[in-house]
């Protein structure tokens, strides 16, 4: 028996795995996906979306995906490390594209016209979203740009959302990419959770997997709020070790000493690390119990501290 069926889950609570039904809606993600929805609803081009690593960007995006009405086309390209042409090839199979007749760059890139332009005749639009994006190099990133000169006289044929880590600001500020830069109208940064809403995501996706009885006693809460920094990939990590730690222990309730635990190990501060410092605490205590012995003798013996002054070559005190 796994600990998912000793717990009665129904699958993983905290997988890394970016599953928008476990999708907890904080502040911070309300707000990003605000801002996509009115990059896209307003025509506006170019949108960033940018946060550190367990941020829960890819997660984002796929909510957005999963919930897309049909007259949004998406495409989705993930971990899109590669130059300009092969880019290009990847964009064009996403939206459906036959690429084997058209291997240039120009013919990929009319095939791509003709698409947007049939799009946008139904009424429709079409959303390209980058994830990864701190992975293009400035060539890349360049050509990205010039999809935005996909257009008719009144609209831009494509929307394109940039979703990747920081790094991706600190490179499109470059002076290089300083027109896409410009172009980038709808930007936002994803950050972590708040204190109260770590809690809350503990329990939305213990409860989401099946689990309704059981659930993270409060005085762990700020503990792992101060550990992971709010940060939900960090969150499930730290998680997944206090629940296997639990069923290792037979026990059906988290306890606050479990989290404790996980913490200490993912610090590397482990057993081995535990043991050490519990045999520094002996070694310590010994030598303040020594420490005193010796200073009762000294004290309550007559001549033994004028001896020790004398191998110092110091006076008696009297």
Do not use: W
């Not at 309300?30 to 960007?57: L, V």
């Not at 998406?74 to 939206?95: C, H, M, Q, W, Y």
């Amino acid at each position: 028996m796994d600990y998912n069926d000793y717990f009665g889950f129904r699958e993983e609570p905290f997988s890394p795995s970016p599953d928008p039904r476990f999708l907890f809606m904080s502040k911070t993600h309300e707000e990003a996906i605000a801002h996509i929805q009115y990059g896209i609803g307003q025509n506006r081009g170019f949108i960033m979306i940018t946060g550190d690593a367990g941020t829960g960007k890819t997660l984002l995006v796929n909510h957005i995906i999963d919930q897309a009405e049909s007259a949004l086309r998406t495409n989705v390209i993930s971990s899109p490390g590669t130059d300009a042409l092969e880019l290009l090839k990847l964009i064009n199979r996403g939206f459906g594209l036959d690429v084997k007749g058209r291997q240039t760059h120009k013919g990929l890139m009319d095939g791509l016209n003709e698409f947007l332009l049939g799009v946008h005749q139904s009424g429709d639009k079409a959303l390209l979203v980058i994830d990864d994006a701190h992975q293009l190099g400035r060539e890349c990133l360049e050509f990205v740009r010039l999809l935005s000169n996909l257009e008719t006289d009144t609209d831009k044929l494509l929307q394109v959302a940039l979703v990747g880590r920081p790094e991706l600001v600190d490179t499109i500020k470059n002076d290089s990419l300083r027109q896409l830069n410009q172009r980038i109208a709808v930007r936002y940064v994803l950050g972590g959770l708040d204190m109260e809403e770590t809690g809350r995501y503990l329990s939305h996706r213990l409860h989401a997997a099946g689990a309704f009885g059981l659930d993270f006693p409060p005085d762990s809460i700020g503990p792992i709020y101060r550990f992971t920094s709010g940060i939900p990939g960090r969150i499930n990590a730290l998680a997944t070790k206090v629940l296997v730690a639990t069923y290792s222990n037979g026990s059906l309730k988290i306890e606050s000493g479990a989290v404790r635990t996980a913490i200490d190990e993912s610090r590397g501060e482990g057993q081995g690390a535990s043991i050490a410092r519990k045999r520094t605490t002996i070694r310590l205590a010994f030598a303040i119990i020594i420490l005193a012995a010796v200073v009762a003798i000294i004290i309550k013996i007559p001549g033994v501290l004028d001896s020790i002054l004398g191998i110092f070559g110091l006076a008696p005190l009297h």
